[in-house]
């Protein structure tokens, strides 16, 4: 398994990591399955938000009490959790008791006393970026929390919170695949009249902003065709894309989930696969992609053969 710095916490991190978004409904042995077969595969950082599950923190409390972990296998996990999203609106608020109330619900669910890195799930249209600084502030001196970052956030957006926020912001979590993938193809048709793909849908090169910053790009939803539209590996809506995924499947000698997880991790910035399947067998072939390296003629050929036009 390939590491990748965490921001610049000094930390290096798995580029594969499980999301646990979908395990409400599995029972204790699977659970166990899932985490012991990615940790075979080096993935030590697992994925958790406050909503995910049917209740509230249902999918943290279904993965301690299917774990039990000991102290010594919490310290060898680095777990992350994510904030900032009323399901009940649905709205978002990132204010300071908000933000407080979820990560203590998280630590009470997950049974650990501190998270490892704590996101921000969503943008609040009315964030106060004092509100977030003292709840930041007070989670970090009281041990709860040792990382921040955010998810599905701007450059614009990011820049208001570092008015007031003294924390690095170590992480961005934002939905990429090879078929929804504008955070990097906005870039290659930049300033094109007439291509849809030439807009900027992601406020403005979020890519290149996290590069220069040293903000860890994670990739979630990274085989949904869509915004949760179904995966496109083996999908009769993508015959020329896995066409090209089969063939590389082929010379790689590895499952074709493995070249839709390279795809990501031959990119030079460094990100990390969010995994949200259940199925450990996927898993041990997801994680076969974290150290492929694709040619650059490759990971072209599956940008275009998903639609995407090269000028
Ligand atoms: N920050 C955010 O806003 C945000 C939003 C969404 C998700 N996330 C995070 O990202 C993680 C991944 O999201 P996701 O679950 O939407 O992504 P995904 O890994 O692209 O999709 C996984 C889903 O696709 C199914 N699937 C069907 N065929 C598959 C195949 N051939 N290979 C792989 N999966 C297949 C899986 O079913 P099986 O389980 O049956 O294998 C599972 O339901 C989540 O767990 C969560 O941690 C974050």
């Known amino acids: 398994m390939r590491t990748v710095p965490l921001g610049s916490t000094g930390r290096q991190v798995p580029n594969v990591v499980l999301g646990l978004m979908r395990i409400q409904q599995l029972d204790d042995d699977a659970v166990r399955e899932l985490v012991r077969t990615g940790r075979d595969a080096g993935i030590d950082f697992v994925d958790h938000a406050d909503v995910y599950g049917d209740d509230l923190h249902g999918c943290e409390r279904r993965f301690a009490e299917a774990m039990r972990l000991t102290p010594s296998e919490r310290e060898q996990l680095t777990i992350q959790s994510k904030a900032g999203i009323v399901r009940e609106g649905p709205y978002f608020d990132f204010s300071y008791e908000h933000l407080v109330e979820s990560v203590e619900g998280s630590l009470q669910a997950l049974g650990t006393d501190h998270l490892d890195v704590l996101l921000l799930h969503r943008p609040d249209a009315l964030v106060e970026p ?105 999908s009769d809506d993508y015959p020329e894309l896995n066409a090209v995924i089969d063939r590389l499947a082929a010379k790689y000698d590895v499952p074709p989930i493995a070249i839709a997880v390279a795809w990501i991790t031959r990119h030079p910035a460094g990100m990390q696969v969010v995994l949200g399947t259940t199925t450990p067998e996927r898993v041990a072939g997801a994680a076969q992609g974290s150290d492929l390296p694709l040619t650059r003629a490759e990971w072209y050929e599956l940008f275009r053969a998903a639609g995407y036009r090269v000028p």
């Open 130 to 234: 004092d509100e977030v600084a003292r709840a930041f502030d007070h989670l970090e001196s009281s041990g709860k929390v040792r990382s921040f970052g955010v998810s599905n956030h701007t450059p614009g957006q990011i820049e208001l919170l570092k008015k007031s926020v003294r924390q690095p912001i170590v992480a961005n979590q934002l939905q990429l695949s090879i078929t929804h993938a504008p955070i990097v193809a906005q870039g290659v048709a930049a300033n094109m009249a007439g291509e849809d793909q030439s807009l900027t849908l992601d406020g403005g090169g979020i890519l290149d902003y996290c590069r220069l910053n040293d903000i860890t790009v994670q990739a979630w939803s990274p085989f949904q065709a869509g915004f949760f539209t179904g995966v496109f590996l083996g």
